[in-house]
């Protein structure tokens, strides 16, 4: 039986890395490992949340963080530090579990999360278990989507929209 942490794969999409492999200049990938030239072994202290393995060749590198990508969800408590203060811009769907056109653009903004993942992050607020952010912003109808950029609301969209009107005020803050 396998265990959570060995990988668990067909003969198809798994084969040993050869050395000849390794020094290829191009990246190799699988469930979030990485092999990538490196030109000087840095310690785990300086790389954080990455663990690396070097040699003269090459390193793997598990970048397992940045393979999930979601919406992940916001709170009067950590509001400041993941929207307020985001160096890049943010969008934030103000939603809530009961609503059915918040549930109708949830899988919208996903897409969106994926297609943007590193160029914008993407968070959501429950208006009934954060109401202060929800009030605070004027949040009178739900779905609302709203983006900020260097810490202020900069637009807003209100109500279960087509997927290329979010993707048009996106484009906005590229």
């Known amino acids: 039986m396998a265990s959570a942490f060995s990988p668990v794969a067909s003969s198809a999409s798994l084969s040993p890395i050869s050395s000849s492999r390794l020094s290829s200049p191009r990246l ?19 790389v954080s949340h990455r663990a690396r393995w070097s040699r003269s060749s ?11 990508i979601g919406v ?12 307020l ?4 811009p943010v969008l934030v769907d103000f939603w809530a579990p009961w609503c ?17 993942a590193g ?18 912003y004027g949040i009178r109808s739900i779905p609302t989507v709203m983006i900020f950029n260097g810490g202020e ?4 969209i209100i109500g279960a929209v087509p997927k290329s009107t979010l993707t048009t005020s996106i484009e906005k803050f590229l």
């Open 100 to 116: 059915g056109p918040c549930k109708m653009i949830e899988p919208l903004i996903d897409e969106l999360a994926k297609q943007y």
């Open 28 to 46: 190799l990938e699988f469930r979030g490992l990485r092999v990538r030239p490196v030109s000087v072994t840095r310690s785990l202290q300086s």
């Open 153 to 156: 609301k900069r637009d807003a």
């Open 85 to 88: 203060e985001s160096k890049s």
């Open 119 to 136: 160029k914008f992050k993407f968070y959501k607020v429950n208006t009934d278990e954060s109401p202060g952010i929800a009030t605070r």
């Open 72 to 83: 992940s969800p916001v709170t009067e408590a950590t509001w400041p530090s993941l929207v």
């Open 58 to 68: 090459g390193a793997i590198v598990c970048e397992a963080q940045d393979t999930v």
